[in-house]
């Protein structure tokens, strides 16, 4: 048996906050790369824009965990015909064509680097069509090729979490106390776990299968703050101080360098703007960080082949190392760029690609597997 997790009819919608903090959560990634990418072309060290900026991936998990359970949990507890078929299609169709459009687009240039400058300044490999298949079927995330775009390796393990959610659902949301202890009980267990071979408990890209760990790790607790969300339960985190705290004490943990505490407060971060009625939530609703976060998906997945382009063209413009602060204008000036083509990439692939995919499986006669259910289709971008 399982517990109920029917949202009140005025929470049906979209969860705007949280959309925003997506957006921001996305924009902190790339101001970390977009750092690491200045730091070549400066003359002596300079600071990340973000420090520890890369976090952000695992405020995602936790963010996606809790988003798909608000828009799909209640349909896998009511064991309604084609809950799982329907999941897998939209998340097909909300991950799949950028990603391919963007490998391909990398793929070309770096074809173009190689025959301009003699060398692929994009990615490296030593086997190009086994890799380049890994890619299309987003498997570097698990170990499997070389990655053309690095950032999709979150993608990659996320889709694992995708496969497994019906098990998921099934232990977070049990009837039985215990079996939900349990649940979360694991999950602290791994994460701590794998933040104690480290030392500073930090959480960084060890590969497979650590990111996997930290993927499902992260997602399932994000799982269970929504359950503590549709229960009505830590109500106290509803108000603007803990909402506004919890960012603090998150973004103070990581400007001290240790991970795990910030990984530990990100479900309790969701929850706090989820439930936030205040000047938080009015905060995190207004135009500029919601439109970020409409587009986080474009931004996450297209920064990266701008930052070899960008880097070149400096280089090439000015054949010397940039003073300090120049490098960090750069780096300022990097991150905003990407939000013009992340605008475009949403509007000329990812709106359309995920529309046609979703007609597309529609059509399949086996399966009617994107009927609009309630509010869904209108709610379902709770993925990067």
């Known amino acids: 048996m399982q517990a109920s997790v029917d949202p009140p009819e005025r929470e049906r919608g979209e ?23 200045a730091q070549p072309l400066a003359a002596e060290p300079i600071p990340s824009l973000v420090p520890r900026g890369h976090m952000a991936v695992d405020f995602f998990f936790v963010l996606s965990g809790f ?27 909300r991950i799949l064509p950028l990603h391919l459009a963007v490998i391909l687009l990398v793929t070309a240039l770096g074809a173009v680097s190689v025959a301009v400058i003699s060398a692929n300044i994009f990615f490296d490999t030593n086997a190009f069509f086994p890799d380049f298949i890994a890619n299309l079927l987003l498997l570097p995330g698990l170990g499997f090729g070389a990655n053309f775009n690095g950032p999709s390796w979150s993608i990659s393990t ?10 998921l659902v099934a232990c977070v949301f049990s009837r039985s106390r215990l079996a939900t202890a349990a649940s979360a009980g694991a999950a602290l267990f791994f994460l701590v776990l794998l933040a104690a071979q480290t030392p500073r408990l930090e959480l960084s890209y060890d590969g497979s299968p650590e990111n996997l760990v930290r993927c499902l790790t992260e997602f399932s607790l994000g799982m269970l ?30 400007l001290l360098r240790v991970d795990l505490p910030a990984a530990l407060m990100f479900p309790a971060l969701v929850l706090a703007f989820a439930t936030n009625r205040g000047r938080a939530a009015q905060l995190m609703e207004m135009r500029v960080p919601y439109f970020l976060g409409v587009v986080s998906y474009s931004i996450y997945l297209v920064h990266n082949p701008l930052r070899p382009i960008e880097s070149e063209a400096v280089l090439w413009l000015l054949g010397a190392k940039l003073p300090r602060w120049e490098a960090v204008a750069f780096a300022v000036a990097g991150t905003i760029s990407v939000v013009p083509f992340a605008w475009i990439a949403f509007c000329l692939i990812e709106k359309p690609g995920r529309r046609f995919v979703r007609q597309a499986l529609a059509a399949v006669p086996s399966s009617a597997l994107l009927r609009p259910v309630g ?5 379902d971008d709770g993925g990067r």
């Open 15 to 37: 969860l705007r906050a949280l959309t925003s903090l997506r957006g921001v959560a996305a924009l902190a990634v790339v101001a970390e790369h977009f750092s690491a990418t």
């Open 67 to 93: 988003i798909m359970s608000y828009t799909y949990a209640a349909s896998f507890l009511a064991d309604r015909p084609g809950a799982y078929a329907d999941f897998l299609g939209r998340r097909v169709a």
């Open 375 to 379: 509010e869904r289709a209108r709610i």
């Open 158 to 167: 996320e889709v694992v979490a995708y496969l497994l959610f019906p098990v």
């Open 225 to 254: 703050a929504y359950r503590a969300y549709a229960a009505g339960r830590f109500s106290v985190l509803a108000t603007d101080g803990a909402a506004f705290g919890l960012a603090a004490a998150c973004l103070v943990s990581l």
